[in-house]
T-cell receptor, first 114, second 111 residues
Framework: DTAVSQTPKYLVTQMGNDKSIKCEQN?????MYWYKQDSKKFLKIMFSYNNKELIINETVPNRFSPKSPDKAHLNLHINSLELGDSAVYFC?????????????FGQGTRLTVV | GDSVTQMEGPVTLSEEAFLTINCTYTATGYPSLFWYVQYPGEGLQLLLKATKADDKGSNKGFEATYRKETTSFHLEKGSVQVSDSAVYFC??????????WGAGTKLIIKP
């Protein structure tokens, strides 16, 4: 059973389109995250949700909007896609954060904007 | 703010060589420290962790010791294999319980 699953794995789309990436975790975790990984493998946190409530919203364009219908799901919607949005997007989850808590990652969604 | 610094890659080694990937950190308080591994085309996986000073994390032949006096958490393996080729990330859990990531180090093992 996949602990953190994202769909789709690959997404190719044209500039200006709107797209969504879905994420689900079956670990019973309270906290979920979206990360962006650029071509140099640098990881940047975008959003963090705890029990469906937004707790971190880093400086990302407001074209990116997370939606958490329940604590097992955290979807990422992106409006008006730009070339610079091309990256790998990772969903992750963790138990209610403590200093000993690690995050569990999905397989990633490789977004290519053409 | 808290930060993690890793050695730049790529690191290229021959099979069976000894591996060290350096990681140093700055943090207030007493963070937990982690090493994650990302194999090609996959997500990140926890490799090992240490939660207090002098703890040693180990997994799959990899080790790292939490050194508070040098604020370091260097990753080591005695004999690497081609299958160890991946990107390795050092991270800490800060006082707000958020993960702070290093830039990643790409490891290439040649047969």
């Amino acid at each position: 059973d996949t602990a953190v699953s994202q769909t789709p794995k690959y997404l190719v789309t044209q500039m200006g389109n709107d797209k969504s990436i879905k994420c689900e975790q079956n670990l019973g975790h309270d906290t979920m995250y979206w990360y962006k990984q650029d071509s140099k493998k640098f990881l940047k946190i975008m959003f963090s949700y705890n029990n469906k409530e937004l707790i971190i919203n880093e400086t990302v364009p407001n074209r990116f909007s997370p939606k958490s219908p329940d604590k097992a799901h955290l979807n990422l919607h992106i409006n008006s896609l730009e070339l610079g949005d091309s990256a790998v997007y990772f969903c992750a989850s963790s138990p209610y954060p403590t200093q000993r808590t690690e995050a569990f990652f999905g397989q990633g969604t490789r977004l290519t904007v053409v | 703010g808290d930060s993690v610094t890793q050695m730049e890659g790529p690191v290229t080694l021959s099979e069976e060589a000894f591996l060290t990937i350096n990681c140093t950190y700055t943090a207030t308080g007493y963070p937990s420290l982690f090493w994650y591994v990302q194999y090609p085309g996959e997500g990140l996986q926890l490799l090992l962790k240490a939660t207090k000073a002098d703890d040693k994390g180990s997994n799959k032949g990899f080790e790292a010791t939490y050194r508070k006096e040098t604020t370091s958490f260097h990753l080591e393996k005695g004999s690497v294999q081609v299958s160890d080729s991946a990107v390795y990330f050092c991270a800490l859990s800060d006082s707000n319980y958020q993960l702070i990531w290093g830039a990643g180090t790409k490891l290439i093992i040649k047969p």
